[in-house]
């Protein structure tokens, strides 16, 4: 079994996105790492998927809404991302860690990591996270 853990950023080569189109090469960052079953199916990761700015324009209108969550360039351990960043904290992508390929790019430094799962967790008990399984 291929091994990432909590706070990873993982490249995923191929997934189904949250609109059903397979999409691929695209950076997530690892919000569990435990077991469990969603809907009858076993799972062995969640994931959220990180996107990048496009202009400062697009930064501004992203950061307008609750659920995404800027990514600094520094916000990584061992290396900077290229571009600045934030995370969809309301879509909670399920995979299965030995069916998926993927590798590991980096892990989010604690305290962004720590933010995330306080955001997700307040999307989660206002009904705002929208959970795919499509990959399982």
Do not use: W
């Not at 496009?54 to 290396?79: A, C, G, H, I, V």
């Not at 909670?92 to 990591?113: C, H, I, M, Q, R």
């Amino acid at each position: 079994m291929k091994m990432c853990k909590l706070g990873d950023i993982i490249v995923v080569n191929n997934y189904i996105g949250d609109d059903g189109k397979q999409l691929s090469q695209h950076s997530f960052v690892v919000v569990s790492d435990e077991k469990g079953t969603i809907a009858g199916l076993e799972y062995s990761m969640v994931a959220s998927v990180i996107s990048s700015f496009k202009s400062e324009k697009q930064r501004q209108k992203k950061l307008k809404y609750e659920e995404n969550m800027e990514l600094p360039l520094d916000s990584m351990n061992e290396k900077d991302f290229e571009k600045s960043s934030y995370v969809k904290a309301d879509k909670a992508f399920y995979f299965n860690k030995d069916k998926l390929d993927y590798y590991v790019l980096a892990t989010l430094k604690d305290e962004y990591l720590d933010e995330l799962l306080k955001l997700i967790l307040k999307l989660a008990s206002e009904g705002k996270l929208n959970q795919i399984i499509d990959n399982l």
